[in-house]
């Protein structure tokens, strides 16, 4: 059997589906906007006097209002399709952004950042209505290139996140002698625009229904489709407990990491964001590394390896003597760590069939983003108790323990690793 061509050639990128090449392209313009609000957003709330208890909160509630849709969104998507949520999203995202430039109140403020995930650098995702965007992808591709699709689409939204991040540092100095609040108008300009061109890309396509199995009245069909739904479900279930170890060793730092570089070495924004950038772009190559990767050793083996060199660095980094150490070991952490995150992906697709896969793409949303929520406030506490190496032991403790149970509990379900034919 030949090999697909990737995705990041040119012969690759026009073998796939048109829809999958226009949703991996409009979730790349999102993630420029968001890698800039990922910066901005949090300065922007302080010109107005939050402080940061009333920032962190904010933040928490993005992901707990996220989490709690995506649920509906999933389990919907998969009964009346999935485009009319992105259009209702990006829709949505106009509407907001613009009430933000207009009219700067803050229930306004509240309530568009808390719906659509302002400031939590999501690489991308369409918010709630993601797993609705994932399941579309993942219908649009077939099962044999979904790991290397997936990272593709990965490393387009590091690198989408690492433009905006370098846009953060010029959006706020685009209208001379505007001072406080004002100064940040381009970042919601951009957001504006970004929501406007991906909103005509998703209008202009066309949806077929998610193909669903009819099984027959012969009682033997139905037994047969009671025990796939039932396995279905058990994968589903493990993963997502799974999901939730790491997501609480990841929310223990991750978001507060900016605030322990300021604590630990005094540094800000104009050391801090330039870390942030290299990170995001050198992310996205390692994304494409691991999804050749997974084609070779399978999906599990090319996301467990990496993150067993990444707990090791994430353990060495609360003790480095300088800031310029521990940037270079958060970055090498993050290159092995959060390129996975399109092999990921993909696996959880692939436990369900298409038309169950908005419910798994949901279910994988909310074991994510509950204990990434609860895990900053958790982690800011302890920082509060005056520890600064706590925090990241116990989320390498964490992490440790999700390299050991994602393939001991989901080895089984790895299609990518069957046996190669014997050759006489």
């Known amino acids: 059997m030949t090999q697909d061509p990737a995705p990041y ?22 993630s420029i906007a968001q890698g800039a609000l990922g910066v901005d957003f949090t300065l922007y709330l302080k010109l107005r006097h939050w402080s940061a208890p009333e920032v962190g909160l904010l933040l928490m509630a993005g992901g707990l209002v996220g989490a709690g849709l995506s649920l509906l969104v999933g389990t919907a998507s998969d009964r009346i399709g999935r485009r009319w949520f992105l259009l209702v999203y990006e829709s949505g995202l106009i509407l907001g952004t613009l009430a933000i430039i207009l009219v700067p109140s803050v229930w306004v403020l509240v309530l568009t950042a808390a719906l659509f995930g302002f400031g939590r650098g999501a690489n991308g995702a369409s918010g709630p209505f993601a797993p609705a965007e994932q399941a579309w992808l993942a219908q649009s591709i077939a099962n044999r290139r979904r790991g290397s699709v997936f990272s593709f689409n990965a490393g387009l939204q590091f690198w989408g996140m690492g433009i905006g991040s370098l846009l953060a540092a010029f959006l706020p100095n685009l209208l001379p002698g505007v001072v406080g609040p004002g100064r940040y108008i381009p970042l919601f300009v951009l957001n504006l625009v970004m929501a406007v061109i991906n909103l005509w890309q998703i209008a202009v396509l066309k949806e077929n229904p998610p193909s669903r199995s009819t099984p027959s009245g012969d009682p033997g069909d139905s037994r047969k489709e009671a025990i796939v739904v039932k396995r279905e479900n058990r994968a589903l279930g493990l993963l997502a407990g799974v ?5 609480l060793g990841v929310g223990l730092v991750a978001p507060l990491l900016p605030y322990w570089f300021n604590l630990r070495f005094g540094v800000g924004p104009r050391e801090i964001g330039p870390v942030y950038a290299v990170t ?13 990767m997974s084609e070779r050793v399978g999906i599990i083996r090319s996301i467990v390896l990496p993150r067993l060199l990444g707990v090791a660095l994430l353990v060495a980094i609360p003790f480095t003597p300088s800031f310029w150490v521990a940037a270079v070991l958060y970055v090498f952490r993050s290159i092995v760590n959060r390129g996975s995150m399109g092999a990921r992906q993909a696996f959880s697709m692939g436990l369900v069939r298409d038309q169950r896969r908005g419910l798994a793409s949901s279910l994988n ?40 149970l994602f393939p001991a509990m989901m080895g089984q379900y790895d299609a990518s690793r069957r046996p190669k034919p014997s050759h006489p």
């Open 280 to 292: 995001f772009f050198l992310t996205g190559f390692s994304s494409l590394v691991i999804g050749k």
């Open 365 to 404: 949303a909310v074991s994510w983003s509950v204990p990434a929520a609860i895990g900053p406030a958790l982690g800011g506490w302890l920082i509060g108790l005056g520890s600064l190496e706590w925090p990241f032991l116990m989320a390498s403790a964490l992490q440790l323990a999700y390299v050991i």
């Open 9 to 30: 050639t040119r012969q690759g990128w026009t073998s796939l589906d048109p829809i999958a090449r226009q949703l991996i392209m409009a979730r790349f313009l999102r």
């Open 243 to 247: 999901n939730m170890v790491n997501s």
